[in-house]
């Protein structure tokens, strides 16, 4: 059984994410989470409420309602993908105008039970 989740337009650059992203794929999602929520990267927050979010998917989509464990999942799929990026403009020096660019980021992760 598979679940998917896409968190798009997370306001950050997605260089930044992927050296999260980078630490958990492959592992299980408990392992994961710990890994998350112990980081000290300002981007571990988006990945680990999409990693739950990615939990949540399975336990509503199970048919009969069993009880499903999130140590029973891994990580099998966690991808960064470059979104729009808004230009804005600020003064620069002798009356020029510099582009500031503010980059978004969508955070697809995809957890499965397969080994």
Known sequence: MKAKVVAKWVRM???KIRRVVELIRGKEVEAALNILHFTPKVAAEP???ALHSAVANVRNNVEGKLKIEPEQFIV???YVDGGLT???????S???ASRIRKRTSHIT???SDEF
């Open 94 to 96: 002798m009356g020029r």
């Open 47 to 49: 990945v680990e409420k």
């Open 13 to 15: 650059s997605p260089r």
């Open 109 to 111: 992760i995809v957890i």
């Open 86 to 92: 808004l230009k804005r403009f600020r003064a620069a």
């Open 76 to 78: 099998s799929e966690a």
